[in-house]
């Protein structure tokens, strides 16, 4: 029995910086490879492996039109991250809070003499 193929975690995908700078692009429009690659100074057999990873994260889509795959960012997955991203700035906005409250207690007035 053959082991099924592994998928790329979102956080693990989004991880990388070029392949950030892959979805900030592929955002606004669908793009072919060779298209994509002159973004980058990177070769496009970089791009295309970076490409790969995004797709088994299922953050990009490809579609074949002739000769050429096209790509584009399907935001869905990164709802994920948005979630954990959310927990962690509630519990910074708490902790920010009980600092601030803490450093706005009134501090005793100076009575002494001197």
Do not use: C
């Not at 692009?25 to 298209?35: F, G, T, V």
């Not at 980058?40 to 579609?63: C, E, M, Q, W, Y």
């Not at 927990?87 to 803490?102: G, H, I, N, R, T």
Request: aromatic content about 8%; overall charge neutral; cysteine-free.
């Amino acid at each position: 029995m053959a082991a099924p193929a592994l998928r790329h975690d979102v956080f693990q995908a989004i991880a990388d910086p070029t392949r950030r700078k892959l979805l900030r692009l592929l955002a606004d429009e669908e793009l072919p490879i060779a298209a994509i690659s002159e973004h980058f100074p990177i070769s496009r057999t970089a791009v295309n492996k970076h490409l790969h990873v995004l797709s088994d994260a299922g953050l990009v889509r490809s579609r074949r039109t002739g000769r050429e795959t096209r790509y584009r960012l399907r935001p869905e997955p990164l709802a994920e991250v948005r979630e954990w991203l959310v927990f962690f700035e509630a519990y910074w906005e708490d902790k920010l809070s009980l600092l601030k409250a803490f450093v706005e207690q009134e501090e005793p007035a100076d009575t002494g003499n001197m």
